[in-house]
């Protein structure tokens, strides 16, 4: 029943406090329970939620395995209105070497997302905890076009 409660009103509750307060060994279990269905949740109200809580408490190992899960859906997740939380996540709390498909899936996309409306938090939160390598690539594209972003809705932010 994990799976079903992480997708509901009130059940994502109990599972994000069992990943909160449960022993290693729950964390362990519910990792496993949510393996493979980690986009399906990312994608979803409630369950975004979860997976961003299991960010949060799981050990670095486990983080990044589900982390991995994202791998090759990170623009459908961007440009979710769920899904960019749990990219956010993954950005602060993950080790910048383990979320280098992020970078990779942003190559050439900087300026279009640093106008978007959930593209631009995640472009920021990139820049707030990435390596210097990995914000030294993303920079080049975001200030040679600094003019028309410093004039958008959502790209001024990024600048």
Do not use: W
Request: glycine share 6%; aromatic share 6%.
């Amino acid at each position: 029943e994990a799976l079903r409660l992480c997708t509901d009103v009130f059940g994502n509750y109990v599972i994000q406090k069992m990943f909160e307060f449960g022993t290693a060994e729950h964390r362990k279990k519910l990792a496993k329970k949510i393996e493979g269905h980690v986009l399906d949740l990312a994608l979803q109200m409630y369950g975004c939620r979860v997976i961003q809580k299991a960010i949060d408490v799981l050990s670095l190992d486990e983080k990044v395995a589900l982390v991995g899960e994202l791998q090759g859906h990170v623009m459908k997740c961007v440009r979710d209105q769920n899904g960019n939380h749990v990219i956010q996540k993954c950005i602060e709390k993950v080790p910048p070497t383990s979320i280098q498909f992020i970078i990779e899936a942003f190559r050439n996309q900087n300026v279009k997302l640093a106008m978007h409306p959930y593209g631009c938090r995640v472009i920021q939160r990139l820049l707030e905890h990435c390596s210097s390598a990995q914000r030294n690539s993303m920079l080049k594209e975001i200030l040679e076009q600094t003019q028309g972003l410093a004039k958008n809705q959502y790209g001024n932010y990024v600048i």
